[in-house]
């Protein structure tokens, strides 16, 4: 009977921090209403030896109430207040823990200058957060048009108040964005797309250089797919150099 519980149901309901089998017992709860332990078990299959167990601990937390009998019934509290409970805890809880961290003190004898980032999530906030710091000159190298269409909004802010360079190494690929780009020669555009190292090919989607100081480039290697972040300025001044060596004189003219 189980399978009648929507399994993305249960697994949303770990995530805001329930065991598996609260989450089933809880669910379970909302949706006969009023039930008995057993009536619990059956429809969930949380182990008979331990739904009494989780039953209590979700009474405990505030999740269901309980009528006292032969049998003992329970019934699940509004899931708009338990879950409502249970993001003011999260929200209370995430601001003490930034302030703790805040508060921390300690020194770092020497900080890298490369670091690494293997998360979607973690490749978009890094390059979100460069694209906030720019200040004078930001410098964009795509093989695709993902980039541009995912912070539009950011790059048409920086047009207005920094130099603003957007590379492309197809142009039917970038005339419908409402940019204007440079196209690569020949020469660089076949390098980039034929990068072969220890014989896994690399695909190279993405570089970025901020200031001069910072860049960021974003490639994958078969389902692998991270970003390398470099802090050094010579080594942006270097990659600047390369980009402004291999730019066709012409541009890539949007549609209008």
Same mark, same amino acid.
């Given at each position: 009977?189980?399978?009648?519980?929507?399994?993305?149901?249960?697994?949303?309901?770990?995530?805001?921090?329930?065991?598996?089998?609260?989450?089933?017992?809880?669910?379970?709860?909302?949706?006969?209403?009023?039930?008995?332990?057993?009536?619990?078990?059956?429809?969930?299959?949380?182990?008979?030896?331990?739904?009494?167990?989780?039953?209590?601990?979700?009474?405990?937390?505030?999740?269901?109430?309980? #009528?006292?009998?032969?049998?003992?019934?329970? #019934?699940?509290?509004?899931?708009?207040?338990?879950?409502?409970?249970?993001?003011?805890?999260?929200?209370?809880?995430?601001? !003490?823990?930034?302030?703790?961290?805040?508060?921390?003190?300690?020194?770092?004898?020497?900080?890298?200058?490369?670091?690494?980032?293997?998360?979607?999530?973690?490749?978009?906030?890094?390059?979100?957060?460069?694209?906030?710091?720019?200040?004078?000159?930001?410098?964009?190298?795509?093989?695709?048009?993902?980039?541009?269409?995912?912070?539009?909004? !950011?790059?048409?802010?920086?047009?207005?108040?920094?130099? =603003?360079?957007?590379?492309?190494?197809?142009?039917?690929?970038?005339?419908?964005?409402?940019?204007?780009?440079?196209?690569?020669?020949?020469?660089?555009?076949?390098?980039?797309?034929?990068?072969?190292?220890?014989?896994?090919?690399?695909?190279?989607?993405?570089?970025?250089?901020?200031?001069?100081?910072?860049?960021?480039?974003?490639?994958?290697?078969?389902?692998?797919?991270?970003?390398?972040?470099?802090? =050094?300025?010579?080594?942006?001044?270097?990659?600047?150099?390369?980009?402004?060596?291999?730019?066709?004189?012409?541009?890539?003219?949007?549609?209008?």
């Amino acid at each position: 009977m189980y399978s009648q519980i929507n399994p993305q149901l249960i697994q949303n309901l770990e995530t805001l921090g329930l065991t598996e089998n609260e989450a089933k017992a809880y669910a379970g709860l909302v949706s006969l209403g009023e039930a008995t332990a057993r009536e619990v078990h059956e429809l969930t299959n949380v182990p008979r030896a331990k739904i009494y167990e989780i039953l209590k601990v979700l009474a405990k937390k505030g999740f269901l109430e309980v #009528r006292q009998g032969s049998p003992t019934y329970f #019934r699940a509290v509004d899931p708009k207040q338990v879950i409502g409970k249970i993001k003011d805890e999260f929200i209370n809880c995430a601001i !003490e823990t930034l302030d703790q961290l805040n508060e921390l003190s300690y020194e770092i004898p020497k900080t890298s200058p490369v670091w690494c980032i293997q998360s979607e999530w973690g490749i978009k906030n890094r390059i979100r957060e460069i694209l906030s710091g720019v200040k004078e000159e930001l410098i964009v190298f795509a093989s695709s048009p993902w980039f541009f269409q995912e912070f539009e909004a !950011e790059l048409k802010k920086l047009e207005k108040t920094c130099r =603003l360079t957007l590379i492309g190494s197809e142009p039917d690929r970038f005339k419908s964005l409402p940019f204007e780009f440079r196209e690569t020669t020949k020469d660089f555009a076949d390098f980039i797309n034929n990068i072969v190292i220890d014989g896994i090919h690399y695909d190279e989607e993405l570089f970025m250089i901020a200031d001069g100081k910072e860049s960021i480039g974003v490639h994958s290697a078969g389902d692998k797919r991270e970003a390398v972040v470099i802090k =050094l300025p010579v080594v942006c001044y270097l990659q600047k150099m390369i980009y402004n060596r291999v730019l066709e004189p012409s541009f890539i003219k949007k549609d209008l």
